[in-house]
Each structure stands twice: as C-alpha cells, then as structure tokens.
C-alpha cells in the first residue's frame, strides 16, 4: 500500500504529469530550488512544485497515488 501521505515529489514523476521528459524535469525542479531558495540536496514538496506549476495540489495528489 502507498502512503498517501506522501510529501515530495521526484522529476521522474513530475516527468508523467507534466508530459515533458525526466531531463527537463530536472531542469525545472532546479528552478524550483532556485526560486525557493532550496540547496541542492533538499527535496521539493508537493505543495511547492504546484504552487511554481500552477497545478491543483489535490490533482497532483490524485496522480501520485
């Protein structure tokens, strides 16, 4: 069972949602960070990576499950 608690999210999975490829999800997630003023080692949370795409959370939620 997957826990639907989850509070990050990975560029692989960002990759399916968004349609775009694993690469240029690792682009964005580094422009999440910058933007966020995350360091590189930190990891990018649900609710920051739909906040920067404009995205419902709930949907994004929805998707991981």
Same mark, same amino acid.
Request: charge should be positive; aromatic fraction near 12%; include cysteine.
């Given at each position: ?21 694993? =690469?240029?999800?690792?682009? !964005?997630?580094? /422009? %999440?960070?910058?933007? $966020?003023?995350? =360091?590189?080692?930190?990891? !990018?949370?649900? /609710? %920051?990576?739909?906040? $920067? ?6 949907? !994004? ?5």
């Amino acid at each position: 069972m997957k826990n639907k608690y989850r509070l990050c999210i990975y560029p692989k999975e960002a990759a399916v949602i968004l349609g775009r490829t694993e =690469k240029h999800t690792y682009k !964005i997630f580094q /422009s %999440i960070r910058d933007c $966020y003023g995350l =360091k590189p080692n930190q990891y !990018i949370s649900i /609710s %920051i990576f739909a906040d $920067y795409t404009g995205l419902p959370e709930e949907e !994004i939620r929805k998707l991981l499950l």
